[in-house]
């Protein structure tokens, strides 16, 4: 499991990436694709063309970390293009774990209903 520290965020990349890129491969795909720093300290999540696999690319201050993650069963949630135009989308540190776990992160739903004031 992934600890997501303050103050950074989570770049989900729109579209199917080459699980075959490694560091270098998928850091510049973060500076090209997704015009953003590899060493930002941020972290950057990219999926396979199956939807099954996971990697995260980030910077901890001694060096590149990649994080893989395949599913066993089910297909990971992940936007369309139309849902974001921009090629990327931002996710909290909830949202990324419901993700990781295979769950739908877009649209959870509450366990109890919030009381009406009368």
Known sequence: MLTVPAGVRVFLALGPTDMRKGFDGLAML???????????????????RRSDRIKILYYDQNGMCLFAKRLDQGKFTWPTTRDAPGGTVTLSPAQLSMLLEGLEWRTPVRTWEPAIAG
């Not at 973060?30 to 396979?48: A, E, M, T």
């Open 30 to 48: 973060v500076q090209d694709l997704l015009r953003q720093n590899p060493l930002s300290g941020h972290l950057f999540v990219f999926r396979g």
